[in-house]
Each structure stands twice: as structure tokens, then as C-alpha cells.
């Protein structure tokens, strides 16, 4: 009999015993790697001990084979990459996890684990992976774009801008695709259609006229960045094509050929200016007067959190005066506001209208305008919603 019981018993209590034995030194060891964690203040020690694991000693990324799931590490040693988000953005990624930014869950969060030093030390470690960091200009410069006034940070993005003036007799819908090229140089692609009322010759009727407006084509050059100063500088020149129709002014018949400068200043605590200015010089001046133009955007970006979706107001003064006698320079303020739509943020949407600040006489006077930017190089248009 007691020899019966005791066997009946000698399994279960022989296998819990196995089990508190495999698993008692795991336990004792996160414990004791938590503990030491806490010490570390270096991020490369937060690094090697935290993040090492998957993303490797050197960044690159460990394969999946010996991370054993399937979401491929990034390389943290491309520049292509690293330079261009910004360390903030990574700090919450870390704090939070993956998943507050679209990314997958194995990316995991350790706002218990580490501090907020130890965290962004971990990532200006992170940071410094890519070697050339003075020829990249930091995501941080990529600041929310204004419906009217150029940028200077080189993208990579697709652009749909809509505009409509308040009599609803003009639509104009554009399709803007830009392209990084290496660290400092984009090329830009804009291809405008438009729809408004005409009147045409020989007619006292309105009718409607549509087509393609003038496409322009692009090159930017980034020229100066500085994290020190917080200000990013680009030089820019456009070509306009006269693809518009003429016969229904929808475009202006001619050449022409845009520089500018734009200039992105970051201003701690306060907010963003971005400016731009240059000329529209005309190939034909007895068509089509030369124009100076001057922009300025000031904005201010909100996030619930630090992390949370990405409110940017923002206010625009736009001049511009054609190089003729007698032009006046016409002045116009853009309220606006951009929002990002989703967790990744890299899809986003923007709302204002240009308003003169003289000659506002009718409902036609003010332009509505809108655009849905998508950041292609942050993922696919429908991942991380
Ligand atoms: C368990 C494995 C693992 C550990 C440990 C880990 N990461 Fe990651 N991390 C990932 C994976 C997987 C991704 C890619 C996620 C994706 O693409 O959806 C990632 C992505 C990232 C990204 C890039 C996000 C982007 O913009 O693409 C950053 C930054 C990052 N990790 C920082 C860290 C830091 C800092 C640590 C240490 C404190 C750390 N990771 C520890 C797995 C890990």
C-alpha cells in the first residue's frame, strides 16, 4: 500500500521539481539582467544589453534564423535609413514598443525596464550607427509641409493637393511625386489637371474647359543642415512645361523656370518657420512678366503623449510681385492645419485656405486647397493604420 501511494506521487512531484529546477535560474537571471540593467548609463552598455540581442552588436540587424521570428531587423548602419527618422519617434518606439507606431510586436517595449535617459542614450547609440551623419540631414528637418511654401528637407513622398476657389467655377487637382536621391538631392514631378468655367470666344455662354495644366519638374539640393543651429538649407530650380491648355487658360503657353532657396528652422519650445523665395523667370517677358516670390510658414506640431497622432496648425504669408510697372505686390495669409492619419504617420492630411488680404470681393477671391501626402519610404500606403 504505502509503497503504491508513494509512487503514484513520485512522478508528478519528480516532474514539478524538474520544472522548478529549469526554470528557477531563467527567473534568477532575468531578474539579476534587470538589476544590472539599471546601472548601465552608456548607450552603447544600454544597447549591448538591451537591444543587441536582435538588432546586433553592430546594428545590422541579426538574421532570422537566430531571432527565430520572421520580421526582418533593420540595418542601422544605412544612413539611407537611420538619418532620416527622427530620434524622438525612435525614443517612443523603445519606451512603447512597435506596435505604437504600425510596427510589428516583436519590436518589444521597455519603458519598465530602462529609463528615459537610458532609452535615448540607447538611441542617440543607435543614431551614430550611421558613419555619415554630416551628410544626411536629420529626420528631425522634416518638418510638416505647408500647403504653399517649398521645403528643404529632400523627400521621398507621393502628394495629391486639390484646390477650388469659393465661387466653385476652378478645381485644380495635382499629382506631386518626389524622389530622394542619395543624401542631399530629390528629383520632383508635378502634373496639374484642372477643371473651371471659360467662356470662349464667340460665345456669351459659360462652358466647361478641362485638361492638363503646365507640369513642372524639379531638383532640389540640400546645401547646409545643422543640428547644432537647428536649421536645414536647400536650393532648388523647377522647369515649367507649357503642357496646359492654352485656348482655355489653363496654362500660360510658355517656358518657364523656377530657383528658389528654402530655408526650415526649428525653434525649441516655440515651433517651425520654413521659407521660400525665388523668382518665376518668364522665357517670353512679352507674354508673361517675370515674378518674385517670398513664403513664410510658421506652425507648431501637438502629439498626445509624444507619441500620439500629430496635430501641425500652421500659418502662412505668401508675397509675390511681377517685374512689370505699376504691379503691385499681392499679399495672401494661409490658415492651415495638417494631421496625420495614421499610427505609422506617414499618411497625411492637410486643410486651409489662401485668402488675399486685399481685392477679397467675392466668394471666387478665396482658395480652398487640400492634400493627402503619403511617405512611401515609412511603408506601404495600408500598413500601419
Ligand atoms: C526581441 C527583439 C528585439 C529587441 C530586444 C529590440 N528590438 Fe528593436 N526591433 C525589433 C524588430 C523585429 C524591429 C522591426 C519591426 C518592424 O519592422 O515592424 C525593430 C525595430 C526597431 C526600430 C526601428 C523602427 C523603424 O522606424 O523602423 C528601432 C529604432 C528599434 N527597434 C530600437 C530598439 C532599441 C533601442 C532596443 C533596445 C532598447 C531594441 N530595439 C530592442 C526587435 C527587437
Same mark, same amino acid.
Given at each position: 500500500?504505502?509503497?503504491? =501511494?508513494?509512487?503514484?506521487?513520485?512522478?508528478?512531484?519528480?516532474?514539478?521539481? %524538474?520544472?522548478?529546477?529549469? %526554470?528557477?535560474?531563467?527567473?534568477?537571471?532575468?531578474?539579476?539582467?534587470?538589476?544590472?540593467?539599471?546601472?548601465?548609463?552608456?548607450?552603447?552598455?544600454?544597447?549591448?544589453?538591451?537591444?543587441a540581442s536582435c538588432h546586433g552588436t553592430n546594428g545590422q540587424g541579426k538574421s532570422i534564423e537566430s531571432v527565430g521570428f520572421k520580421t526582418p531587423l533593420p540595418d542601422f548602419t544605412d544612413c539611407n535609413f537611420t538619418s532620416r527618422e527622427p530620434a524622438d519617434d525612435w525614443f517612443q518606439i523603445?519606451?512603447?514598443?512597435?506596435?505604437?507606431?504600425?510596427?510589428?510586436?516583436?519590436?518589444?517595449?521597455?519603458?519598465?525596464? %530602462?529609463?528615459?535617459?537610458?532609452?535615448?542614450?540607447? =538611441?542617440?547609440?543607435?543614431?551614430?550607427?550611421?558613419?555619415?551623419?554630416?551628410?544626411?540631414?536629420?529626420?528631425?528637418?522634416?518638418?510638416?509641409?505647408?500647403?504653399?511654401?517649398?521645403?528643404?528637407?529632400?523627400e521621398d513622398?507621393?502628394?495629391?493637393?486639390?484646390?477650388?476657389?469659393?465661387?466653385?467655377?476652378?478645381?485644380?487637382?495635382?499629382?506631386?511625386?518626389?524622389?530622394?536621391?542619395?543624401?542631399?538631392?530629390?528629383?520632383?514631378?508635378?502634373?496639374p489637371f484642372v477643371v473651371k468655367e471659360v467662356i470662349r470666344e464667340g460665345s456669351d455662354q459659360t462652358s466647361w474647359g478641362e485638361g492638363v495644366g503646365d507640369m513642372a519638374l524639379g531638383y532640389k539640393l540640400n546645401v547646409f543642415h545643422s543640428l547644432k543651429s537647428l536649421t536645414i538649407v536647400s536650393l532648388s530650380t523647377e522647369v515649367i512645361v507649357p503642357t496646359g491648355d492654352e485656348y482655355d487658360d489653363i496654362g500660360k503657353g510658355i517656358f518657364r523656370i523656377e530657383p528658389f532657396l528654402a530655408l526650415g528652422q526649428i525653434i525649441p519650445h516655440v515651433g517651425f518657420l520654413q521659407i521660400q523665395a525665388g523668382a518665376e523667370l518668364s522665357t517670353k517677358t512679352d507674354r508673361v512678366a517675370h515674378e518674385l516670390f517670398w513664403r513664410a510658414a510658421f506652425g507648431h506640431s501637438f502629439q498626445r503623449g509624444g507619441y500620439g497622432r500629430t496635430w501641425s496648425p500652421m500659418v502662412e504669408v505668401l508675397g509675390a510681385k511681377e517685374l512689370e510697372d505699376g504691379a503691385f505686390i499681392?499679399?495672401?495669409?494661409?490658415?492651415?492645419?495638417?494631421?496625420?492619419?495614421?499610427?505609422?504617420?506617414?499618411?497625411?492630411?492637410?486643410?486651409?485656405?489662401?485668402?488675399?488680404?486685399?481685392?477679397?470681393?467675392?466668394?471666387?477671391?478665396?482658395?480652398?486647397?487640400?492634400?493627402?501626402?503619403?511617405?512611401?519610404?515609412?511603408?506601404?500606403?495600408?500598413?500601419?493604420?
Amino acid at each position: 500500500m504505502r509503497r503504491r =501511494i508513494s509512487k503514484k506521487f513520485f512522478l508528478p512531484i519528480g516532474m514539478l521539481m %524538474l520544472f522548478l529546477g529549469m %526554470l528557477l535560474p531563467q527567473l534568477a537571471q532575468t531578474g539579476s539582467k534587470q538589476a544590472e540593467w539599471k546601472t548601465l548609463t552608456k548607450g552603447r552598455d544600454v544597447f549591448q544589453a538591451a537591444c543587441a540581442s536582435c538588432h546586433g552588436t553592430n546594428g545590422q540587424g541579426k538574421s532570422i534564423e537566430s531571432v527565430g521570428f520572421k520580421t526582418p531587423l533593420p540595418d542601422f548602419t544605412d544612413c539611407n535609413f537611420t538619418s532620416r527618422e527622427p530620434a524622438d519617434d525612435w525614443f517612443q518606439i523603445a519606451r512603447l514598443g512597435g506596435p505604437v507606431r504600425g510596427f510589428n510586436q516583436m519590436m518589444p517595449a521597455f519603458g519598465d525596464a %530602462l529609463d528615459e535617459a537610458q532609452l535615448k542614450a540607447a =538611441i542617440r547609440h543607435v543614431k551614430q550607427f550611421c558613419s555619415e551623419t554630416d551628410k544626411w540631414p536629420d529626420g528631425i528637418f522634416n518638418l510638416p509641409r505647408a500647403l504653399v511654401t517649398g521645403k528643404a528637407f529632400p523627400e521621398d513622398e507621393y502628394v495629391f493637393a486639390y484646390a477650388m476657389n469659393g465661387g466653385l467655377s476652378e478645381f485644380q487637382g495635382k499629382f506631386i511625386t518626389e524622389k530622394r536621391l542619395g543624401a542631399r538631392h530629390q528629383l520632383e514631378l508635378a502634373v496639374p489637371f484642372v477643371v473651371k468655367e471659360v467662356i470662349r470666344e464667340g460665345s456669351d455662354q459659360t462652358s466647361w474647359g478641362e485638361g492638363v495644366g503646365d507640369m513642372a519638374l524639379g531638383y532640389k539640393l540640400n546645401v547646409f543642415h545643422s543640428l547644432k543651429s537647428l536649421t536645414i538649407v536647400s536650393l532648388s530650380t523647377e522647369v515649367i512645361v507649357p503642357t496646359g491648355d492654352e485656348y482655355d487658360d489653363i496654362g500660360k503657353g510658355i517656358f518657364r523656370i523656377e530657383p528658389f532657396l528654402a530655408l526650415g528652422q526649428i525653434i525649441p519650445h516655440v515651433g517651425f518657420l520654413q521659407i521660400q523665395a525665388g523668382a518665376e523667370l518668364s522665357t517670353k517677358t512679352d507674354r508673361v512678366a517675370h515674378e518674385l516670390f517670398w513664403r513664410a510658414a510658421f506652425g507648431h506640431s501637438f502629439q498626445r503623449g509624444g507619441y500620439g497622432r500629430t496635430w501641425s496648425p500652421m500659418v502662412e504669408v505668401l508675397g509675390a510681385k511681377e517685374l512689370e510697372d505699376g504691379a503691385f505686390i499681392n499679399w495672401h495669409i494661409v490658415p492651415e492645419l495638417q494631421v496625420t492619419l495614421n499610427q505609422r504617420q506617414h499618411v497625411m492630411l492637410c486643410l486651409g485656405a489662401e485668402i488675399p488680404t486685399r481685392n477679397l470681393n467675392s466668394a471666387d477671391d478665396v482658395k480652398y486647397m487640400a492634400y493627402l501626402l503619403w511617405d512611401w519610404f515609412d511603408g506601404g500606403f495600408t500598413e500601419g493604420w
